[in-house]
Structure formats: structure tokens, C-alpha cells
């Protein structure tokens, strides 16, 4: 071994996986090593996967809890303290904010995320700011590399921020906690939406957003290597992104396969079918011009969203996989109507379709007390199934009352 190149042993190394190995056992060989252990290359398939559960996290180069090794949180920590890097960083959330420790390890160390940066909603939102300000200049970082990441941006004032629970830091002044406002700023002064413009190798974006968040064309000249796109899947402020940032998000991506809206996209605001938290109206959110992006998106093998996408389906010529969410706009909207109106757009579309879900969201069985009409129309609605089966006899479709 001592003959070898040094690019020859961090390419060994590389092989091991497993993050405590590299940290604390190999290092421990020779001085040569344990400068060697301390290269990002070598980190190459280490994962480190918190899960929020009593047993922590996991290591390993599966990228899954089920088959790495399973860590305790202060290991975990250990980790995102010392660690160069890793392929994978997942970080869920906890119902007892076990996840604020391991994020204040994360804002002390300088691990790269080289693949996938993947950070659960809830603790963007839960996150004190010091710590949201970590997972962005954690991203910052990675944006060399990172293939695979889930952001959500919300105005500092839109969340409830809390207090560190590290035990390392204690408080030495009285003086009140300053207030954040305005869009979450990285470090170094980057805004969120900077961030996310700078990450030029990004193949897939899970993104949150409020409609309410400032959108200034930072992303106007795209992500190109974009392939898969889900936006405000999440939905646990708001229903839809600020529509400039959705089409520039689209149009930027020549190349998207999948892409899915979340399920307030096209949603009516209360008190008309008193849904909960249905306190905007997003029915207008699917606009024509964001009907035309999609319908320009040539390679979309998937797409997902509310009934008003249907429109597009005929210029989709790989589209494969359709999951369509029927939302009444009135009272007296009629379900098997809309569901008739979507399968015989799919039916006439030139598209392979391979399956065809329909979602009738429950708001339409609370909207109707009546049951022999709600039998009525489901009695309909798969009639109309039926009509697309004799179609399109190759493809499954599914009609579901969610």
C-alpha cells in the first residue's frame, strides 16, 4: 500500500461507505491515511440518512435506513460535524425537535452534499434561523454537485421561529432575539432563490414556496439539467408558487419528464365547499400561460395536477403517466362532467399513455349530502371510464374518490 498513488488510495477508500469507518477507524492506520480520510473523494458513497426516529439515523452506501447501519443521533452529529462530505443528506423531521441538534452540528461543520440534498418541509419551517441559514449555506456548498434537492422558501416573518435546543450554546445576554424578515439569507448574503439559481447540475427540484414569496427572475435563465419537477407537494403554507417563478422554473428545463403541481393548484377558497385551511382561492392559479409552458414540454413522460392540465395532454407526444385531481369550481359543479371532459381528452390525445389516474377529491361527496346523486354520478363517472377503456384499450386508468 505504500507504493500506491495517493488518487489510488482515496479511490480505495471510496469503496468503504461507511462514514464512522472513515472517521474514526481507518484515520488510525497511518498518518498517510488519515490525511487520505480527510478527502471529499473518499466520502464518495457514504449516506447519512436521519430519520427522526428514536434510533436516529443511518450510514451506509445503500442510501437507505433499511439496509445501511443505524446511527444515534450523536453520531449522526459526529457526522455533519466532521465529514467532508456525502453522497446522500437526509434530514426528517421530529415531533420532539430532536432534529434542531443535529441541524446545529450541520451549521458547525462544512459537509458538501454531492448528490442528494434532501431536508423535510416541516423542518424548514420548524428550523430556528440559524439554523435554516445552515441547510442554505449547506446547499451553497454543494452547488458544484448536487443532483437531487428539496427547498422551501417561505418569508422569515411567515414562520414561527424557535430556539436552538443545542446544548453547547448558552445564552450570555438578556438582550431580546432580533427579528428576521424578508426572504432566508445564506451566510454569505446569497438569498434562497440565488442559491437555487446556482445549482446548475440539478436534475430534480422538490420545491416548496408561498405565493406571497418575492420572485425577481433569478431564475429566468433556468436549470437545463432539470428533469423531474414537483411543486408545493408540500402544501403546508400556501397552494401555489408565485406564478412567474413556476413558468420560468418550467420554460428553463427543456428537457423536464415529470413534473407535478400540488393539490391547491385550481382549488376554490372557502367558505364554499368549507374546505380546511382553505383560506385563499387558487382557482385562477392554473393560468394560460402557465397551460402553455407545459404544453411545451415535449419530452414529459409524467405530469400531475388539477383537471385543467387536461387541455394540454394533446400536445404531450411521450407523455406516459397522467394523475389528474378533479376540483369543483361551484357549488353545483357536476363531477362525472369534469372526469368526462378529462378521460376524453386523454382518449383523443396522440400521447402513449400508460396509465390515467383521476382523483374526485372528497370535497364533492361533502358537497353532496344527497346519496343516491353522489351514486349517480359515480354510476357516470365510470361510464366515461369505460368510453376510454374502448379508446385506448393499452392503458390502465384508475378512478378514485379521494
Known amino acids: 500500500m505504500e507504493t500506491l498513488p495517493d488518487s489510488l488510495v482515496v479511490r480505495i477508500l471510496s469503496k468503504v461507505g461507511d462514514g464512522l469507518m472513515l472517521l474514526d477507524v481507518l484515520p488510525l492506520v497511518c498518518r498517510r491515511w488519515q490525511q487520505l ?8 458513497e457514504v449516506d447519512v440518512v436521519w ?3 428514536e434510533e436516529g439515523g443511518s ?16 453520531d449522526v452529529m459526529r457526522l455533519l460535524l466532521r465529514a467532508p462530505a456525502v453522497r446522500e443528506l437526509c434530514i426528517d423531521w421530529s415531533y420532539e425537535g430532536r432534529q434542531e441538534k443535529v441541524l446545529s452540528a450541520l451549521r458547525r461543520g462544512r459537509v458538501v ?12 419551517m420548524d428550523a430556528c434561523h440559524a439554523n435554516r441559514v445552515a441547510l442554505l449555506d449547506t446547499l451553497w456548498r454543494s452547488r458544484g454537485c448536487v443532483r437531487m434537492a428539496s427547498v422551501s422558501l417561505y ?11 443545542s446544548e453547547e ?9 432580533p427579528t428576521f424578515t424578508g426572504p432566508l439569507v445564506d451566510s454569505q448574503g446569497h438569498t434562497a432563490l440565488q442559491v437555487l439559481a446556482s445549482l446548475q447540475r440539478l436534475g430534480c427540484l422538490d420545491l416548496d414556496a408561498s405565493s406571497t414569496y418575492p420572485y425577481a427572475g433569478e431564475l429566468k435563465a433556468g436549470l437545463p439539467n432539470l428533469r423531474f419537477l414537483l411543486m408545493n407537494e408540500g402544501d403546508l403554507l400556501d397552494g401555489v408558487l408565485p406564478e412567474q417563478l413556476a413558468l420560468d422554473l418550467i420554460r428553463g428545463a427543456p428537457r423536464l419528464r415529470m413534473l407535478s403541481f400540488g393539490s391547491d393548484y385550481g382549488r376554490p377558497a372557502e367558505p364554499m365547499l368549507e374546505l380546511v385551511g382553505a383560506d385563499r382561492d387558487y382557482s385562477h ?35 406516459e403517466v397522467l394523475s389528474i385531481g378533479v376540483h369543483p ?8 362532467a369534469i372526469v368526462g371532459r378529462v378521460l376524453a381528452r386523454c382518449a383523443a390525445a396522440p400521447a402513449p399513455l400508460k396509465t390515467v389516474s383521476v382523483y374526485v377529491l372528497d370535497v364533492f361527496v361533502d358537497a353532496h349530502e344527497d346519496d343516491e346523486l353522489l351514486q349517480r354520478q359515480k354510476a357516470e363517472c365510470e361510464r366515461h371510464v369505460k368510453l376510454f377503456k374502448t379508446a385506448k384499450p393499452e392503458a390502465a386508468v384508475e378512478l378514485l374518490w379521494d
Open 169 to 177: 450554546e448558552e445564552v450570555v445576554t438578556s438582550a431580546p432575539e
Open 37 to 44: 480520510c480527510r478527502d471529499p473523494e473518499a466520502w464518495a
Open 329 to 336: 369550481k361551484t357549488e353545483d359543479d357536476d363531477a362525472a
Open 59 to 74: 450510514v451506509g452506501s445503500e442510501g437507505s435506513a433499511d439496509s445501511a447501519a443505524k446511527l444515534s443521533d450523536v
Open 155 to 165: 418569508l422569515e416573518e411567515e414562520l414561527d421561529d424557535v430556539d436552538s435546543d
Open 113 to 124: 452534499a454531492r448528490d442528494t440534498f434532501q431536508v423535510d418541509k416541516k423542518v424548514w
Open 285 to 319: 392559479a392554473v393560468t394560460p400561460a402557465l397551460l402553455e409552458s407545459v404544453s411545451l414540454c415535449s419530452e414529459l413522460r409524467f405530469l400531475s395536477g388539477p383537471d385543467e392540465l387536461a387541455a394540454v395532454v394533446g400536445g404531450l407526444p411521450l407523455l
Open 51 to 53: 430519520t427522526g426516529k
